[in-house]
């Protein structure tokens, strides 16, 4: 099964990133695709190279980035939410993108399932 997954939420205010992670991981343990990962309202925080989690704690951003580059998933930011935050590509995680809204529909149409985490 191919798989688009929506993330709405940023990192460690909301369990939403950890959960949307660990689905992506089972689902590729399961032998299944996830096509990409696409990062919305306060999701694309996920995706910020200047985050600097204490030692002890986990680094969301570089999940992200690891999923990207040892499994080919696509790790997306929606762009008008980016500039809302103050993301841009200088400061995007390797394997990270900024795109346009329009990317979401083709990830929809060309997966099995859109799965979506976040309020």
Not at 82 to 106: M, N, Q
Request: with cysteine; net charge negative.
């Amino acid at each position: 099964m191919n798989i688009g997954i929506l993330l709405k939420e940023g990192p460690y205010n909301h369990q939403a990133s950890d959960t949307a992670y660990k689905f992506a991981e089972a689902a590729l343990a399961r032998g299944h695709k996830v096509d990409a990962v696409f990062l919305y309202n306060d999701g694309v925080t996920n995706v910020t190279r200047l985050m600097d989690p204490p030692q002890d704690d986990r680094n969301i951003a570089e999940r992200w980035s690891r999923l990207s580059k040892e499994h080919g998933v696509e790790v997306l930011a929606c762009i008008a939410a980016s500039k809302r935050r103050g993301i841009s590509d200088e400061i995007l995680i390797e394997g990270g993108e900024i795109t346009g809204l329009g990317t979401l529909t083709d990830i929809a149409i060309r997966n099995d399932r859109l799965v979506t985490f976040g309020d």
